[in-house]
């Protein structure tokens, strides 16, 4: 049902060449498939265009993909920072943002997201939107540093709350699953945050800073 109905939903919509595109190169390049589902990067834009933020920080960049729904929804003097562990991956996303016309509104930092965030907490660097989408080990960590880094009011988003089901399933105990639960755990109870989860599609987490 769940499968069906997004499948409805999106053929309601009409093709989009310039994600199509960035997929199409990912394929090409032998990338993983695990950009985020389209209906969330348009949940994404919009939630964006809502909010308005200047500077927006994604964790995981992979080939650009969310990248390009966040920028869309920016305003003309918004930039994103993504960070990225893998140097080729960083390459690609780079190259896809700039062939959608955002060259000069991306910033990619390569190498892994703990390292890169607990230098930006150094800095001084404040994001008024956050999109957790590497290594789910880390997601409690990433949300923990995202707090340190938000402006009043910042937004959270993070995807794959649900590990394709094993987050739900009590016979699933390994690192990510654990990590998962935690992070969602987070989510619904951070006295510092306002949670929602959504289950559609591999599940999304959305929360304000208070
Ligand atoms: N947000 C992307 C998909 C990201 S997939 C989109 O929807 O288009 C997860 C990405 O996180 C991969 O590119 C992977 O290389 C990266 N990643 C994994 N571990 C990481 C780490 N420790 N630090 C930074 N990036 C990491
Ligand atoms: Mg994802």
Redesign the pocket.
């Known amino acids: 049902m769940q499968e069906q109905a997004a499948l409805y939903f999106e053929r309601l919509f009409e093709k989009d060449d310039e994600l199509e595109r960035v997929l199409d190169v990912m394929r090409q390049q032998g990338m993983?498939e695990?950009?985020?589902a389209p209906g969330y990067?348009r949940l994404l834009t919009l939630l964006v265009r809502l909010k308005q933020p200047r500077r927006v920080l994604?964790?995981?960049?992979?080939?650009?993909?969310?990248?390009i729904c966040l920028l869309r929804g920016m305003p003309a003097d918004g930039i994103l920072t993504s960070?990225?562990?893998?140097e080729d991956?960083a390459q690609i996303a780079r190259s896809n943002i700039a062939m959608a016309g955002y060259a000069a509104r991306s910033e990619m930092i390569v190498?892994?997201?703990?390292e890169?965030l607990a230098r930006l907490v150094q800095e001084g660097r404040q994001f008024d939107f956050f999109?957790i989408?590497?290594?789910k080990e880390?997601y409690p960590h990433y949300l923990a540093q995202a707090i340190a880094l938000a402006s009043p009011g910042a937004v959270v988003a993070a995807?794959n709350t649900l590990l394709g089901g094993r987050t739900l399933n009590a016979d699933k105990n390994g690192p990510s699953v654990q990590a998962m639960r935690e992070f969602n755990r987070l989510i619904a109870q951070h006295p510092r945050l306002m949670g929602a989860h959504l289950p559609a599609y591999d599940g999304l987490a959305l929360a304000i800073v208070k």
Do not use: K, T
Request: glycine fraction near 20%.
């Open positions: 993983p695990i950009s985020v990067g994604e964790i995981g960049a992979l080939g650009g993909y969310s990248g960070l990225e562990i893998r991956f190498g892994p997201a703990a890169s999109f989408d590497a290594d880390n995807d």
